[in-house]
């Protein structure tokens, strides 16, 4: 499975970007993780094939996932953005039912910088 990311870009403090990741066949979890330099890859948001979704507390009521009906593209919308979600956003899916915040994600895009100026 591979996975193509597109969306990613420079955003004012207070703006919104929205995030997309296609995948080239069945998953299971698809979500998003993100590095900001100099630190580790941290969680963001998920959805698995059912809707459920997860989202880590310091996006919470700003960003959104979401996934299309036939379950091959998943988004994040990315609202009131502060200068601290700069980083790059990587797209992963699983190939098999895992823990939404899990980092055992079987698939891994590219990436994708985002950058929001204060």
């Known amino acids: 499975v591979q996975l193509v990311e597109s969306g990613g870009g420079l955003a004012q403090d207070g703006g919104s970007l929205r995030l997309s990741c296609a995948a080239s066949?069945?998953?299971?979890?698809m979500g998003w993780f993100r590095q900001a330099p100099g630190k580790e890859r941290e969680f963001v948001a998920a959805?698995?094939?059912?809707?459920?979704?997860s989202h880590a507390d310091s996006v919470k009521g700003r960003f959104t996932i979401s996934r299309d009906s036939v379950k091959t593209t998943v988004y994040l919308q990315m609202n009131s953005l502060k200068p601290q979600d700069t980083a790059v956003y990587y797209c992963?899916?699983?190939?098999?039912?895992?823990?939404?915040?899990?980092?055992?994600?079987?698939?891994w895009g590219q990436g994708t910088q985002v950058t929001v100026s204060s």
């Open positions: 992963a899916a699983s190939g098999r039912p895992i823990s939404l915040v899990s980092g055992e994600y079987d698939y």
């Open positions: 066949g069945r998953t299971f979890n």
């Open positions: 959805i698995n094939w059912s809707g459920m979704r």
